[in-house]
């Protein structure tokens, strides 16, 4: 609800959209969006939120079962508004930095599978093989 205005929205210096569309605030309904001409705009914004609630589940794909379950809605909360949603913009905003160098992500292979890699990467690396959570002790056949 949130996530489409800071991705699409009015870019803040390339950085980051403006939170002038939260809540489908100013969003037709029923027309079409100016960067989608083709579909009614609530349609393309519920397809870029399924992008942005799908990323957070592959990445913690690194620590199944490692983590605890609140730790997982956390991460699944933060992680869109200080990666997906910025990186996002910049790519997909046609004012994001990275747009304006002419960058073009039609397959998401920038905002999701390449930032998404980068972060299953780390938290694979920070978190030992060697140490399961202490609350699964079936890994230690791992």
């Known amino acids: 609800m949130i996530g489409f205005s800071l991705t699409f929205g ?19 309904l029923q027309d079409c969006y100016s960067l989608a001409d083709s579909i009614p705009a609530l349609l393309f914004a519920t397809y870029q939120m399924m992008f942005a609630l799908m990323v957070p589940v592959i990445v913690t794909g690194a620590w199944a079962e490692k983590l605890q379950f609140h730790s997982f809605i956390v ?4 992680w869109p508004f200080f990666v997906y949603y910025p990186v996002a ?3 997909w905003n046609p004012d994001g930095w990275l747009g304006k160098f002419g960058v ?3 397959a998401g292979t920038v905002t999701l599978k390449s930032f998404t890699r980068s972060t299953h990467t780390r938290a694979h690396k920070a978190d030992s093989p060697s140490t399961p959570h202490p609350a699964s002790p079936h890994l230690w056949s791992l």
Request: with cysteine; glycine share 10%; charged share 10%.
């Open 89 to 91: 913009h910049w790519v």
């Open 75 to 78: 991460f699944c909360i933060l």
């Open 104 to 106: 073009l992500d039609f």
């Open 10 to 28: 009015r870019s803040w210096g390339g950085v980051i959209g403006s939170p002038e569309h939260a809540f489908f605030i100013n969003i037709p």
